[in-house]
């Protein structure tokens, strides 16, 4: 198992981070520029998990939140950091595991990352927000719940279901092909099972 | 060059306060009417959080902020008011539709403890710039490391926004449809979002060599070049907030 968390903090993998907050940024304005029902928020993310690790992923999720959240006043991000590390400890551990290796595997990935979102999330939209999530689709589940007469809980995380799962799946895809787009140059940087060589 | 930091430098007393003495107020905002358990307790910090925003002259660039969280508000509104589980008393009714007292009530509380969480992180947020915080952070022994995480998001961000707008113009210029039925939007999506994404990765490899080149690994204490001013108001205003906190404990105890 503790291979699964080795983790190499060289200055790639510093620098990989930044680079990770900055490709969520943009995924969630090109969301937003297309008008999709999805956030698209954690791209970045889920490729600092699968190149560097879950503790990677980890630190890359919670930071992306907690600078969005102290610089550009949006402090709703900063209540969901912890969902966000949570995220990238998922996609990171499933990843390193071997789900991210052909294209049918990655939907394990995905379903990994989107319920460890729903675990955190659901208990963090009711302290907050009574159990709503801001979503359109996922706000009207709610309601159809709570007209229902069924409970918050349960209410509450059919709406983030019903938000994240196909947000994380979409997400895991766009990561594979990019992934998979990327030179082994650069790849190698992050591989924490390669050996140095010397010739001396 | 466009930045994604709000922040803005008037020169008010605001600025000149040390960022941590900003995040103690935000702490402070929030845990008072928590603690304290009253709903009128909300009204007090969000008319505190208004005032001090006046007061360094930014009231008006931290409108947006809470026009951001309107629809948030009103969706609660709306869910609350009429489908909570303890609605028992008619508040109103608009045609077949009826708000009920506990659900209005329970969102009222909802909804100023968001506007609190606003304005409080807005205070924060408009005056205090992204690199003096991590000055300030590194003084008080954060990592460098981590530091430099939070710089290199401001300097990577506008070059990816440049290129973001570049490859937007060229993929249309190739007929890419960007507007249209939903299909179209999300078959948009990764033409792109991927070759932004490909090449900020590429560029990581030159910018880690270009920083080892540059000592980046050294484990030696680093120097600073500026020197903050120090302001009269910081033991003051952190006196004041710690007093706030103690007393609202004290008296939710007793």
Redesign the interface.
């Known amino acids: 198992m503790g291979k699964i968390f080795k983790t190499k903090?060289?200055?790639?993998t510093?620098?990989?981070?930044?680079?990770c907050?900055?490709?969520n940024?943009?995924?969630k304005?090109?969301?937003s520029?297309?008008?999709?029902p999805l956030w698209?928020d954690c791209?970045?993310t889920c490729?600092g998990a699968c190149l560097g690790g879950p503790v990677i992923g980890a630190v890359c999720g919670a930071?992306n939140n907690l600078?969005?959240?102290?610089?550009?006043?949006?402090?709703?991000t900063?209540v969901y950091a912890f969902t966000s590390l949570c995220i990238g400890l998922a996609v990171g551990i499933l990843a390193r595991m071997g789900f991210m290796s052909t294209f049918p595997k990655s939907f394990v990935c995905a379903l990994g990352g989107g319920l460890a979102a729903v675990l955190v999330s659901t208990p963090l939209n009711i302290i907050?927000?009574?159990?709503?999530t801001?979503n359109v689709w996922g706000?009207a589940v709610?309601?159809a719940t709570?007209?229902g007469?069924m409970?918050?809980g349960i209410g509450s995380l059919l709406d983030e279901i019903v938000v994240d799962v196909p947000d994380k799946i979409i997400t895991i895809i766009?990561v594979y092909?990019?992934l998979r787009?990327?030179?082994r140059?650069?790849t190698a940087?992050y591989d924490v099972n390669a050996k140095t060589e010397r010739l001396d | 060059m466009n930045s994604?930091?709000?922040?803005i430098n008037k020169g008010s007393w605001l600025n000149r306060l040390h960022p941590y003495t900003k995040l103690l107020y935000i702490l402070t905002a929030i845990l008072v009417p928590l603690i304290g358990g009253k709903l009128w307790l909300f009204p007090v910090m969000i008319t505190a959080s208004l005032c001090i925003l006046a007061s360094g002259r930014i009231l008006g660039k931290a409108m947006p902020?809470v026009l951001?969280?309107f629809?948030?508000i009103l969706?609660?509104f709306?869910?609350?008011g009429?489908?909570?589980?303890d609605n028992r008393t008619v508040m109103f009714s608009i045609g077949v539709i009826t708000f009920y007292r506990e659900g209005v009530l329970?969102?009222v509380r909802?909804g100023c403890?968001?506007l609190n969480?606003?304005l409080s992180?807005?205070i924060?947020?408009?005056t205090t710039s992204?690199q003096e915080?991590v000055d300030e952070l590194e003084k008080s022994g954060f990592s460098p490391?981590?530091g430099?995480?939070?710089n290199?998001?401001?300097q990577?961000?506008p070059q990816?926004?440049a290129a973001?707008d570049v490859i937007a113009d060229a993929q249309r210029s190739r007929g890419m449809e960007?507007e249209g039925n939903?299909l179209v939007?999300?078959k948009?999506?990764?033409p792109?979002?991927?070759p932004?994404?490909?090449s900020?990765?590429?560029?990581?490899?030159e910018?880690?060599i270009a920083?080892?080149v540059r000592g980046?690994?050294r484990k030696q204490k680093k120097t600073w070049l500026y020197d903050r001013t120090k302001c009269k108001w910081d033991p003051v205003v952190r006196g004041i907030l710690v007093f706030l906190l103690v007393l609202v404990i004290v008296w939710r105890i007793w």
């Open positions: 903090f060289t200055t790639a510093i620098v990989l981070i930044p680079a907050i900055g490709i940024y943009l995924g304005l090109f969301a520029l297309l008008k999709l698209l791209i970045g490729i930071a600078i969005y959240g102290l610089t550009t006043g949006d402090n709703i900063l907050f927000w009574g159990g709503t801001g706000d709610f309601a709570q007209a007469g409970s918050v766009i092909f990019i787009g990327l030179p140059k650069l940087l | 994604i930091s709000l922040y902020l951001f969280s629809t948030l969706v609660i709306l869910i609350q009429l489908f909570n589980h329970f969102a909802i403890n968001i969480m606003l992180f807005g924060f947020v408009l992204p915080l490391r981590f430099y995480i939070i290199s998001v401001f990577i961000l990816m926004l973001r960007t939903m939007r999300i948009a999506f990764l792109l979002i991927s932004v994404v490909m900020s990765l590429i560029n990581t490899r910018r880690a920083l080892e980046f690994g």
